[in-house]
C-alpha cells in the first residue's frame, strides 16, 4: 500500500495519541501504560496493513531503538518508565531512522524548554545546584545508578519537565515534515 495512506493513519492515531500522552504527562507527571500499548498495538497494526513482514520489522526495529534511547536514563532514575514506553511507541511508527531524528528533536526541544523554564522560573541557582548534584551522582557506577539525585529527589525542590511532551512534539515534527518531504537525509 502506499505512503499516503500510511501518513494519514498516523496521522488518526498516533497523533491523538502523542498529543493525549503530552497532555497527561503535563498534568499528572506520567505517562499511562494504557495509552504506550494502544500506541505500541495501533502501529504494529497499521505497519502490518501498510508494509507486511517488513513494516513490522521496521516496527519493531524502532521500537527497539525507541526503548534502548532512554532506557539508561530511567535504570538512572533520571525519568519515569511511561517515557521510555512512550518512545518505543512512537519507534513502531516511525521506524528507526525517523525514531532516532525524533528522539534528536525531543531532545534539542527538552533542553530548549528546561532553559526557557530556568529562566523564566529564576532558578539559576537551583539549576547550578541541581547540576552539581547530578554530576556528582555520575562520578561512580554506584550512585549512578541509586536513588541519590534522582527525579523523585529533585521533583520538591525542582520544577520537573515532562519528558513525554519534547518527545510527543519531536515526533510530531519528524512525522509532518517526512510527510512534507522536508528531510534532506
Same mark, same amino acid.
Given at each position: %500500500? ?5 501518513? *494519514?493513519? $498516523? ?17 499528572? *507527571? ?8 494502544? &500506541?505500541? !498495538?495501533?502501529?504494529?497494526?497499521? /505497519?502490518? +496493513?501498510? *508494509? ?5 520489522? /521496521? ?15 530511567? !535504570? ?13 511507541g512512537i519507534g513502531v511508527w516511525l521506524g528507526p531512522?525517523?525514531?532516532?531524528? #525524533?528522539?534528536?528533536?525531543?531532545? &534539542?526541544? #527538552? ?7 530556568? +529562566? ?5 541557582? /537551583?539549576?547550578?545546584?541541581? %547540576? $552539581? ?6 562520578? $561512580?557506577?554506584?550512585? #549512578? ?5 534522582? +527525579?523523585?529527589?529533585? /521533583? $520538591? ?16 515534527? +519528524? %512525522? ?10
Amino acid at each position: %500500500m502506499d505512503a499516503v495512506g500510511y501518513f *494519514h493513519v $498516523s496521522a488518526a492515531f498516533l497523533v491523538p495519541g502523542v498529543v493525549l500522552a503530552s497532555w497527561i504527562d503535563l498534568r499528572y *507527571h506520567k505517562v499511562p501504560n494504557w495509552l504506550n500499548l494502544f &500506541i505500541i !498495538l495501533s502501529g504494529f497494526t497499521a /505497519q502490518a +496493513v501498510f *508494509h507486511g513482514w517488513m513494516g513490522l520489522w /521496521q516496527g519493531l526495529l524502532g521500537m527497539l531503538l525507541g526503548f534502548g534511547l532512554l532506557i539508561i536514563p530511567w !535504570l538512572m532514575h533520571a525519568m519515569g518508565a511511561g517515557d521510555v514506553k512512550l518512545m518505543a511507541g512512537i519507534g513502531v511508527w516511525l521506524g528507526p531512522a525517523l525514531t532516532l531524528r #525524533a528522539f534528536c528533536v525531543g531532545a &534539542i526541544l #527538552a533542553g530548549a524548554i528546561a532553559v526557557v523554564m530556568i +529562566v523564566l522560573g529564576r532558578r539559576l541557582w /537551583q539549576a547550578y545546584f541541581n %547540576m $552539581s548534584l547530578i554530576m556528582t551522582k555520575l562520578k $561512580s557506577f554506584k550512585t #549512578a545508578f541509586s536513588e541519590f539525585g534522582s +527525579v523523585k529527589v529533585l /521533583q $520538591s525542590t525542582s520544577q520537573l519537565l515532562p519528558y513525554g511532551v519534547p518527545l510527543s512534539i519531536g515526533a510530531l515534527v +519528524v %512525522m509532518f515534515s517526512q510527510g512534507a518531504n522536508w528531510w534532506m537525509f
